[in-house]
């Protein structure tokens, strides 16, 4: 009997969290999707590095680093965040606002192609290295790609079904790497990474107009497309802003240190990075639909928040620790041992993803609740403290400087949108403080361990040091695991006897971590 009951309750979890048409089951199956796809595209990407770290000179990585961050720079200048305001505007599935949706996000892709194409000899002349004229314009014939994404596919977001938006962004994205690949056995250069980059936005186009069909009319709608700007001017900026937090340690560490130097420095934060930029993308397209259907309630808006955030420290916070102990093995394994020299980098950059991964949580509701303005200021305020310490960070600890500048600055940026939070959705900073208590404590466990025995001399090469960091890893999760099971005390007589319980809301409480 207790076999069966315990049958029957899996399933009822599985049913409301997976099958259900509630608004829980959408951001979950949207999650999976999400999720499945970000890792094997991460998988992929691993995979290549490894590969190519032997097969490319360092310096290829440093000089690869230049042309997309240089090349971001101009993108996001001209970015009027059309996606983002069909998902948020009550009026984004109509045909006519995808279809102005399309031609404004078009024109900004031609605008900023035009721009790069023009200033790609001065950056070539800027940082001493005329390869990257024409590296610019190849590579950066991606930008037309995005820009001419199907219409629908805005909507497959908008309506949560994202198992096809993720077969666009993730399947794009890997068929782009494997012809990265593929081209470095016969290039061996920095030209197989620029072709490669391309491709990934040019598979994208070709996807979404596979999953998501339809071709945009060839004239807009003036009133859709003064609506959806009408939204977009609360967030024009923002991307160059968040641009200036993660590019700026690549502008100035290319000019202060040589490509090799910078090419070990990307390679290495890269392993932290590149599945932080898609973990927060992840996180942002599977709730800001979900977050902006309930905009108006400021309560549930509060609990999706921190429960959600409970689950990104706790699952986040022993990772970033193990990294940061075991910084220089992991890079003697995959990249091989020139590569140790960014250790330093690398366990500051496990911080800044694990920042960057809750930062990106608060950003959601703000923006779902239609006040991109309090969080442009968050990011101002961040984008400054980067220009303030990037320089002299850099200059005097090494391209280690360039992740402590991005620590202090997303740190401060973080604190300031909890505190408009606090006052704009009445969230309860004692509330949101408490679910850094558990995953601490654990984490704190595994580092004791850790040190204890490496000070015994058990760990004596870089893969049982590996091992070893893995292992207290696991223990900082059994932890975790066993408070996040623990009965909770609850008051009695919550319901009226005799009546059913009242239904969950999407983020109810279920644990002591989940708060």
């Known amino acids: 009997m207790n076999l069966v009951r315990y049958n029957n309750r899996l399933k009822a979890v599985i049913d409301r969290l997976l099958l259900s048409d509630a608004l829980r089951a959408k951001t979950v199956r949207g999650g999976v999707w999400l999720g499945a796809g970000s890792i094997a595209e991460q998988a992929v990407r691993f995979a290549r590095n490894m590969l190519l770290a032997r097969l490319l000179a360092p310096g290829a990585f440093g000089t690869m680093a230049i042309v997309v961050s240089s090349a971001s720079l101009v993108d996001t200048l001209t970015d009027v965040g059309v996606r983002a305001a069909i998902i948020q505007n009550p009026r984004g599935d109509r045909e006519t606002y995808l279809n102005a949706s399309w031609w404004l996000g078009f024109g900004r892709a031609l605008l900023s192609y035009a721009v790069i194409f023009v200033i790609a000899p001065w950056i070539a002349r800027f940082y001493g290295r005329a390869e990257l004229s024409g590296l610019l314009r190849v590579a950066l014939l991606g930008v037309l790609f995005n820009g001419s994404i199907s219409p629908h596919s805005a909507l497959a977001q908008r309506q949560m079904k994202l198992g096809r938006w993720a077969v666009i962004t993730n399947g794009g994205g890997i068929c782009g790497v494997i012809l990265a690949v593929v081209l470095s056995f016969f290039l061996r250069d920095v030209w197989a990474l620029a072709i490669g980059y391309c491709s990934e936005n ?36 923002l991307t160059f802003l968040n641009l200036i937090v993660t590019r700026a340690d690549i502008f100035v560490l290319a000019k202060l240190y040589s490509s090799a130097a910078l090419g070990l420095y990307t390679m290495a934060v890269a392993l932290v990075i590149t599945p932080s930029f898609f973990l927060t993308n992840m996180l942002g397209q599977a709730l800001l639909p979900a977050l902006s259907s309930v905009q108006e309630d400021t309560e549930r808006l509060n609990r999706i928040l921190v429960e959600v955030s409970s689950w990104v420290v706790s699952l986040g916070m022993p990772v970033a620790v193990c990294v940061s102990l075991c910084a220089p093995s992991l890079l003697s394994v995959i990249y091989g041992t020139r590569y140790v020299a960014a250790a330093g980098a690398l366990a500051v950059a496990s911080a800044v993803v694990l920042l960057t991964a809750l930062n990106a949580l608060p950003t959601g509701v703000l923006l779902a609740r239609g006040r991109p303005g309090l969080h442009r200021e968050s990011v101002a305020a961040t984008a400054a403290i980067m220009v303030v310490a990037i320089y002299p960070a850099s200059r005097f600890m090494g391209t280690m400087g360039g992740q402590l500048a991005a620590l202090l600055a997303i740190a401060a940026g973080y604190m300031l949108q909890l505190v408009r939070l606090c006052g704009s959705n009445g969230l309860n900073p004692t509330r949101y403080g408490r679910i850094f208590v558990t995953p601490t404590l654990g984490s704190l466990v595994m580092l004791g361990v850790v040190l204890g025995i490496r000070h015994l001399g058990l760990a004596t090469s870089a893969t049982s040091d590996i091992a070893l960091c893995l292992g207290g890893c696991g223990l900082a999760y059994a932890m975790l695991a066993w408070a996040h099971v623990r009965p909770v005390k609850r008051p009695k007589n919550l319901c009226i006897p005799g009546t059913p319980e009242s239904p969950r809301p999407f983020d109810a409480p279920t644990s002591r971590v989940s708060l």
């Open 202 to 237: 040019f598979f994208r186009s070709v996807l979404s107009y596979s999953l998501c069909p339809g071709l945009p009319s060839r004239w807009w709608n003036r009133d859709a497309a003064r609506d959806l700007l009408t939204f977009s001017r609360g967030i024009f900026g």
